[in-house]
């Protein structure tokens, strides 16, 4: 996905009147599917408060993602995690990107499939590890064979994402803004067709 910030299509005034009625969203993907870059594109298109649940977990803590694994493990992390979802889904007007394995817990899955609008970016393994190679803050990619790593994490995770999924998008080699405007798309015809 080309990073490159363009916005999203302008919204007229009759849809941005539909969405304020729209429900949170929920971005979920593997690692380096683009969730909060068009996760941020995406918030300030809808007005709305942007949050990755990852930078959450590092302001309550007041350490690193890397660090956390070092001290607790996945487990410890998955377990902060957890919480941070359960209070973030609480929230209204909120866009949230969550970490590739948060799908992975039933009551993670629950809380995002009944507090909003569950979208899943998707992208190959190798587009993930070309977008991720350098990234040294991916304590699951810190390994010999990260492609390896990565279609491994794709075969578990991508049936729980497209099972928890309402939309889907792929974000490829298009550009951020066009993914945004993809899911502002879909958002509309999904809260027009809720609305009474």
Partial sequence: MNRKKNPPLPLTAEQRVILQNAPNVYLIGLMGAGKSTVGR????ALQRDFVDSDDEIIARTGTTINTIFEIEGE???REREARAIADLTQRS???LATGGGAV??????EHLKANGWVVYLWTTPERLLHRTRHDKGRPLLQNSNPLGTLRSLYDIRHPIYHELAD?????GAGQVGQVATQIIQALIQHTAGNTP
């Fill in 41 to 44: 594109i995406l918030a300030q």
């Fill in 75 to 77: 487990a410890g992390f």
């Fill in 93 to 95: 007007h909120l866009v």
């Fill in 104 to 109: 992975l817990r039933p009551e993670n899955r």
């Fill in 167 to 171: 939309f889907e998008v792929t974000t």
